[in-house]
T-cell receptor, first 117, second 108 residues
Framework: GAVVSQHPSRVICKSGTSVKIECRSL??????MFWYRQFPKQSLMLMATSNEGSKATYEQGVEKDKFLINHASLTLSTLTVTSAHPEDSSFYIC?????????????FGSGTRLTVV | GIQVEQSPPDLILQEGANSTLRCNFSDSVNNLQWFHQNPWGQLINLFYIPSGTKQNGRLSATTVATERYSLLYISSSQTTDSGVYFCAVVSDFNKFYFGSGTKLNVKP
């Protein structure tokens, strides 16, 4: 089945630095990937839609200059948290599905737990 | 966006008991998935079920799209079933809207 890999699984960074999170589709090509954020004991909220070869689409309230998304290839999307602050500490998860198989469900990566100190 | 409500928010069961989790959604959807989030955060897809009924072992799910709800049944619960169960619905643009989850604790 479709596999989505995320890296790193856990990262701790200092306030003011930037952190890059990778999301890879291992056995399929994904023109679209989605990034979600989950705060402790809360649900997942969609942050942005990553589109291969074009700009990402951000949900209302998500700062595009703070959360930079690059989808440079059909198997890789990256989320960069710029000038991270403690309030950005969260669990970030990506998802994707093979082309034409959206009706069969989406696969999620294993997530990245970001802690900003 | 679409509103998704799950109930109950918390559930404590004795091992071996059965349970039903509910998901209500506010608009028609293209599909619906149930997930189990393990203690490490991994989302495990349980069912893709935009309508009808499906069963997988001790788990089954039913979605009544016309009435905008879905149910997840867990029978003969085990301690390994503990975790958070999410219902998520998908809009026209393939965006997932997640419910707030049901936190299940199965005690031995």
């Amino acid at each position: 089945g479709a596999v989505v890999s995320q890296h790193p699984s856990r990262v701790i960074c200092k306030s003011g630095t930037s952190v890059k999170i990778e999301c890879r589709s291992l056995d399929f090509q994904a023109t679209t990937m989605f990034w979600y954020r989950q705060f402790p004991k809360q649900s997942l909220m969609l942050m942005a839609t990553s589109n291969e070869g074009s700009k990402a689409t951000y949900e209302q309230g998500v700062e595009k200059d703070k959360f930079l998304i690059n989808h440079a290839s059909l198997t890789l999307s990256t989320l960069t948290v710029t000038s991270a602050h403690p309030e950005d500490s969260s669990f970030y998860i990506c998802s994707a599905t093979p082309p034409g198989q959206a009706n069969y469900g989406y696969t999620f990566g294993s997530g990245t737990r970001l802690t900003v100190v | 966006g679409i509103q998704v409500e799950q109930s109950p928010p918390d559930l404590i069961l004795q091992e071996g008991a059965n349970s039903t989790l509910r998901c209500n959604f506010s608009d028609s959807v293209n599909n619906l998935q149930w997930f189990h989030q393990n203690p490490w955060g991994q989302l495990i897809n349980l069912f893709y079920i935009p309508s009808g009924t499906k069963q997988n072992g001790r788990l089954s799910a039913t979605t009544v799209a016309t009435e905008r709800y879905s149910l997840l049944y867990i029978s003969s619960s085990q301690t390994t079933d503990s975790g958070v169960y999410f219902c998520a619905v998908v809009s026209d643009f393939n965006k997932f809207y997640f419910g707030s989850g049901t936190k299940l604790n199965v005690k031995p």
